[in-house]
């Protein structure tokens, strides 16, 4: 999409629920969805804390943003900049989203063809 010139966002969601955390390798696929939907409340019920709950309100944000506008970004949130190769928003584990450089290129890189 962004090649064809159209905006395009890439993310890297590294957040893993204080309810998961015992024992964790990092966050697990698809476990970025009741943040996107602001549904881990639901998700993690009782064991959903108050940073739980932060963390969903915030990327919650941005995805009513992209679709009410087709950019994410909003007042009182980081600023996610289009896509660029080796750059990324990341939800990070300790629970701030930042954009920057993707900790992963240099390690998918090496597999690239």
């Known amino acids: 999409m ?17 309810a998961a955390c015992a024992g964790s ?6 476990s970025d969805i009741p943040y996107f939907l602001d ?4 998700r993690y019920g009782s064991a959903t804390t108050a940073f739980d709950r932060e ?16 950019n994410p970004d909003g007042s009182g949130l980081a600023t996610w900049p289009r896509f660029r190769p080796g750059e ?5 584990a300790d629970g701030v989203a930042r954009s920057g450089g993707d900790p992963w290129t240099r390690r998918l890189d090496l597999v690239r063809p």
């Open 39 to 42: 549904t881990a409340a639901t």
């Open 88 to 92: 990324v928003m990341d939800f990070a």
């Open 55 to 70: 963390m969903a309100t915030t990327i919650n944000a941005f995805v009513v943003n992209f679709v009410k506008n087709g």
């Open 25 to 30: 390798n990092g966050a697990a696929h698809a």
């Open 2 to 18: 962004a090649d064809a010139g159209q905006p395009a966002y890439h993310y890297r969601f590294s957040y893993v629920a204080e």
